[in-house]
């Protein structure tokens, strides 16, 4: 059963059993299934609390100057939110390569992505190698 996480610290790393353990073996994957779920809970937990809290302001502001700082640390807030959306997808997109198989491998080499790199950021889904090459390219379009 997953428990409930109050942060991202509380989402521990992975811990090999063995120094020979296969890469994305059963309890590798057990593992970030369970740390991209509650990653994901803590996210939409955040967003709950910005809908109430946006709900319970709207009714408690009667001055404009007051009514414009609100306004302003919405937007600010929904721009957080809206970022957080995004992050949303791709927890779901890298839960789906869990259920497809894919998940740990990258998606233009299809080498491994490795432990590390998926503790630092579980939905990832090039190796180092294949994105340092894709920002290259992307710099040097611009």
Not at 55 to 75: C, F, I, K, M, P
Not at 86 to 102: N, S, T, V, Y
Request: with cysteine; proline share 2%; glycine share 4%.
């Amino acid at each position: 059963m997953q428990k409930h996480v109050k942060s991202l610290e509380d989402l521990p790393n992975y811990r090999p059993k063995s120094d020979d353990e296969s890469y994305m073996n059963v309890d590798q994957i057990e593992h970030f299934k369970n740390k991209l779920i509650a990653w994901k809970g803590l996210i939409q937990d955040e967003i709950d609390g910005t809908m109430r809290s946006i709900r319970e302001e709207e009714s408690q502001v009667t001055d404009s100057l007051d009514r414009a700082s609100q306004e302003h640390s919405l937007s600010i807030e929904l721009k957080t939110r809206g970022r957080e959306y995004k992050l949303l997808k791709k927890i779901d997109e890298a839960l789906m390569r869990i259920e497809f198989g894919d998940y740990g491998y990258c998606k233009i080499t299809g080498d491994e992505i490795g432990i590390e790199r998926l503790d630092a950021r579980p939905t990832s889904d090039l190796c180092i190698q294949a994105k340092n090459q894709l920002e290259q390219k992307e710099r040097s379009l611009n």
